[in-house]
Structures are given as structure tokens and as C-alpha cells.
């Protein structure tokens, strides 16, 4: 008999005398197996081992190997409540990022909710052939399935410093894995946990989730229809000591506010004059044209990390940034890179550079800039018509969204659930604020719809939502 067929007719001999022990009792020991049954102590091991894969012994080293008693039945719950002790208090909260990234609808029917939330490309508005035909060519390379150089594919990186402008060169740039990434990484390479960083408010929720997350305080500063205010900037680095900034020079997200070139300068002066970093969140460059320089191009000082994605203007899955950073910030944030994902997949990296290098490129963005004027004014011409109530905080030249105030007295939460109850997706304006908003809020985003007429379907739904919202805050008339 073969070691093999030995160990089966031993654990076949022992499955059958544990079915005929109870729960807790001891089997033979090994010595005992050993010379009852004429076999190696390594077959007895391996025996043994086959009944703990199955759950029908336990091992007690010094002790010896007993009858395990049952598992619990399959429909029974676990207690998992001991997690709740062994991972403290630390949250990490997504309920303002999730709604932000469900997938929009496909389809424009009444029983279809319409999704006015989500700023990433409606299908239609993608550049699927030109995306597909990138990607083939560049997966067909052998190379391409190697291991990319850890900052990013040199082209690639030259393409991102090309986009930033000024005098950044490739050197400068380190390619990660989407936006949302980058500024996660930035963020934990530039302050401590516990420390104190600045938003614009209202901000980007993921930015506050990121930060909340990382263990970091987000302090506010006020903007304007012109973006953030250079001399409460100022006074908030003051009082708090921050040394990081998070700024979205504009399109703003979600008020479509963009900072005029004189304000990229002041911002700047002010940064340096705290020893601060600012984290230029260029996200819309592609959504909005023509635009300021960059602030990253106006720096001089190694102020400025400046983050540039593409998945707004192409597609969710094309999860490729480029982070332009200068001195000991840039070395950090490469080994932040490198710790956290190695490197970003090459795939992707290529398809970037077959895409972005390809005439496809520019006809993209030349429609993609025509709809989001188009799908602009058709929401405020729906809005200003069906909803007048809902005072459109400043009309933008590009972006994604428009920014509403609601009447005072209405309650931005309770809004947004009952326009989900008749069929339209709406993001309540709490989200977007690091503590209590000033005021009820809404977000609607233009850009996820099919088409023009579903975004005045998705109008005509919010403001039944609203007349309803209306008449219950007002309450039963008294005769």
C-alpha cells in the first residue's frame, strides 16, 4: 500500500470513529494509531490533518486531538459584535460619496428614477469607440503587460506636464491610480493625523471623506461666486495653523465658480506666506474652456501639488491622474505611490497615450464642451421655468452641476427624499459642508441624463417634490 492510499484508508477509519464519539472526546493518540494500524507517524499526521480540514477534529498540541463539536447551523448569525471593541471609534464614513458614484439610469421612462446626481459621462457621451480602439492597440504591445516604471510611463507623464503648462516637466509628475487616489495620497503625505487642513465650503464630499477618514480636521473657508476668498483664506490659516489648502480652482464642485487669475496669485501669496501646500484639484480643466493657468504654472515655490484625472471627461474605469509636485513633497508623495499600489497598471497608462495622442481626442472634447453647453442651458431653462422657487446660485461657464438654495424653510434632506418618491435623484447640499451649512442646499448635475427632454422630466419631478415639500412645511391653514 502507497503512502497515499494509506493516508485515505487511515482518515476513512478515523471519520468513522469520530461519527461514533461525541463532541469533546479524545481520539487514539498517535503512538497508539501508529502501532495499531502498522503506519508511519507521518501518515497518522497527514490523517489527522485531512479530519481538521473537515471540521471533524481539533488539535491540542501537548494534549492530543478530540472530536470537534458541531458548526453552528448555517441559517444561525454569527456574533460579529466583537469587532465593534477591536476597531474603536474610528469611522469611515461614505454615505456622501456612495449616492455620488450609483450608476445613472439607462433608460427614460416613468418608472425609472432620473438620476440628476452623478457626474460621470452619460454612455452615450463617451468615447467608446475611440476609448476601445486605444486600448486595443496598446494591450496588443508585449511590453505593455510589464511592469510600468514606478512614477508612470514616460509618455504618459510627459503628456500630464504638457496639459499642467508653465515649466513642469515630467520629472515632476508621478501617475496614479484616479483622482479620487490622488487626493487621498496627497492629503496623507502632506498633513499628519489630527492635523488641521482647509476646504473651500462648500467643497467636494470625497475630499471631506478622504480627510475625515485619514484622521484630519477639515476647517472651512466661505467662496464666493468668484471661488475661495483670498483674505478669509489668510484668517484661516491664522487661527488654525493649517498647512495644506484643498482647492478646486473651477469649475468649482459643486457651485461652478471659477477663480479668476488675480485670486490663483493672491491664493498663492497667502499659501507662502503660511508655509502651507495648496492641492489644486484640477479635475474640470476638460469641462470648462477657456480657462485661467493653472496655479501649479503660477508657482514658483513649490507650493502648489496640482492633480489632474480623466475619468469625469472619458469614463468611471479610465482611473488615470497625474500629480505634479516639487522638492520633498514630491519625493513623499512618490513613496506614498509606491506603498500604497506599487504603480499604477500599465494597461490603463497606454491606453491614456493611444487615446490622448490619437485626432480622437480633440473631436471628444469639442463635442463633450458643446453638450455641456447645451445640457447647461436646457437645466436652467427647465429650472428657472418649472422651479423658480429654487434660486440658482450662479450660472457657470463649464462644469457639471448647478448649485440651488432653497427656501429658507425647507429642509435640504427632505427635499432630496421626496424627489426620489416621485422618480428624480437629487444631492442634498449637507454633504458638500465640513460642519453645519449655512443654508438648504441642493446639487443637480446635468451630465449622467440621456438627454435634454429627461432633464425636464427630472425638473417637472423635482418641483412637484418641492410644491409638496412646500405645503407640508407650511402646515394646515387655521380657518
Same mark, same amino acid.
Given at each position: 500500500?502507497? !503512502? ?10 478515523? %471519520? ?17 494509531? +501508529? ?5 508511519? &507517524? ?11 480540514? #473537515? ?33 474603536? !471609534? ?77 515649466? +513642469?516637466?515630467?520629472? !515632476? ?25 482647509? +476646504?473651500?465650503?462648500?467643497?467636494? &464630499? ?47 464642485? &459643486? ?84 506603498? #500604497? ?112 427632454? #429627461? ?11 418641492? %410644491? ?8 394646515? +391653514?387655521?380657518?
Amino acid at each position: 500500500m502507497n !503512502d497515499d492510499s494509506s493516508i485515505v484508508s487511515l482518515a476513512a477509519m478515523l %471519520r468513522g470513529l469520530t461519527e461514533s464519539l461525541r463532541p469533546g472526546d479524545r481520539l487514539p493518540s498517535s503512538r497508539e494509531l +501508529v502501532r495499531a494500524h502498522g503506519v508511519s &507517524p507521518v501518515t497518522v499526521s497527514r490523517a489527522l490533518a485531512v479530519l481538521a480540514a #473537515e471540521g471533524r477534529v481539533v488539535t491540542r498540541p501537548g494534549s492530543g486531538t478530540y472530536v470537534a463539536r458541531p458548526a453552528e447551523a448555517r441559517g444561525e448569525s454569527a456574533d460579529l459584535s466583537w469587532q465593534t471593541v477591536a476597531l474603536g !471609534d474610528r469611522v469611515v464614513d461614505d454615505s456622501g460619496v456612495v449616492p455620488l458614484l450609483m450608476p445613472p439610469p439607462t433608460a427614460f421612462a416613468d418608472d425609472n428614477a432620473i438620476g440628476l446626481t452623478s457626474g460621470y459621462l452619460n454612455p452615450a457621451l463617451r468615447p467608446a469607440k475611440a476609448l476601445t480602439t486605444a486600448a486595443a492597440r496598446a494591450v496588443r504591445r508585449a511590453a505593455t503587460w510589464g511592469m510600468p516604471p514606478l512614477s508612470g510611463v514616460p509618455e504618459l507623464r510627459r503628456w500630464f506636464a504638457a496639459e499642467a503648462g508653465g515649466d +513642469v516637466t515630467p520629472a !515632476d509628475v508621478v501617475i496614479a491610480g484616479g483622482g479620487q487616489a490622488a487626493l487621498t495620497q496627497a492629503l496623507r503625505a502632506l498633513a499628519a493625523p489630527g492635523a488641521p487642513v482647509l +476646504v473651500e465650503t462648500p467643497t467636494y &464630499p470625497g475630499a471631506l471623506a478622504a480627510a475625515r477618514t485619514l484622521g484630519l480636521r477639515a476647517h472651512a473657508v466661505p467662496i464666493d461666486r468668484d471661488g475661495v476668498r483670498p483674505d478669509l483664506l489668510a484668517e484661516a490659516f491664522a487661527v488654525t495653523g493649517a498647512r495644506v489648502f484643498y482647492c478646486q480652482p473651477g469649475p468649482h464642485n &459643486p457651485t461652478g465658480a471659477v477663480l479668476p487669475r488675480d485670486r490663483r496669485e493672491q491664493v498663492l501669496a497667502v499659501a507662502r506666506a503660511a508655509g502651507a501646500f495648496v492641492i489644486e484639484d484640477d479635475y474640470a480643466r476638460y469641462l470648462s474652456a477657456p480657462l485661467p493657468p493653472s496655479m501649479v504654472t503660477l508657482d514658483t515655490h513649490g507650493t502648489v501639488v496640482h492633480l489632474n484625472s480623466l475619468s469625469k471627461a472619458v469614463a468611471p474605469s479610465l482611473r488615470v491622474a497625474g500629480v505634479t509636485a516639487r522638492g520633498p513633497a514630491a519625493h513623499r508623495l512618490r513613496a506614498a505611490q509606491v506603498v #500604497e499600489s506599487f504603480f499604477v497598471a500599465r494597461p490603463l497608462q497606454e491606453t491614456v497615450v493611444e487615446l490622448t495622442g490619437s485626432p480622437a481626442w480633440g473631436r471628444h472634447l469639442a463635442a463633450l464642451s458643446a453638450q455641456i453647453a447645451a445640457r447647461r442651458d436646457a437645466l436652467v431653462a427647465s429650472l428657472t421655468a418649472r422651479a423658480p422657487e429654487l434660486e440658482i446660485h450662479h450660472i457657470p461657464q463649464g462644469g457639471l452641476h448647478l448649485w440651488l438654495r432653497l427656501p429658507p424653510d425647507l429642509d435640504d434632506a427632505a427635499l432630496v427624499d421626496a424627489a426620489r418618491r416621485e422618480g428624480v435623484l437629487v444631492s442634498p447640499g449637507r454633504i458638500f459642508y465640513p460642519a453645519e451649512p449655512p443654508g438648504p442646499r441642493v446639487r443637480v448635475t446635468h451630465i449622467a441624463a440621456a438627454h435634454t427632454a #429627461e432633464l425636464d422630466e427630472g425638473v417637472r419631478r423635482l418641483a412637484t417634490a418641492l %410644491r409638496k415639500e412646500n405645503a407640508r412645511a407650511r402646515g394646515p +391653514v387655521t380657518p
